[in-house]
């Protein structure tokens, strides 16, 4: 799994400091950054994405999961607007980075095809989702983007 801690140089140890585990993330050719994760068992790869509000899975890539999508109540501008479609969510039960596991984390579903298409131009890995603001924010993200390592912590 790609997710593991890498040598501590001394931005590392500073963060080890502060409570945070360092998760290392791949840099693909197309200039992504991703991250390796296990959740609900199966192994996938998100992308980073410091400007989605959440982290989203697509539905078809992570249908082994087997996950109960469901639509979220409430919300929406009136329940017969047509040109309304809420993104359906499931309860994950938590993303295991190596170095680092979230607790259970709700998240959207995003086909990610159009993604997956530029990636394999530049024949990179496909990837099944998107890494968002919610597991950033929840655990407190700093990111090293030089040295492709993302630092997670708890409690704070």
Known sequence: MGATVEEVDELG????LQGYSCITLERLRSGFLTAQVIAEEKKLRLVLDTGASGTWLDAERTSAMNLKWSKVPGGA??????????????????FDFGAFKTGPMRVGTYRV????EHLALYGDPLVDGVLGGDILSAYSARIDYPGRRLYLRSGH
């Open 13 to 16: 140890s500073l963060m080890k």
């Open 77 to 94: 501008p009136s329940e017969n607007d047509p040109d309304w479609a809420p993104s359906p969510q499931a309860e994950v039960g938590g």
């Open 113 to 116: 095809s159009a993604l997956n």
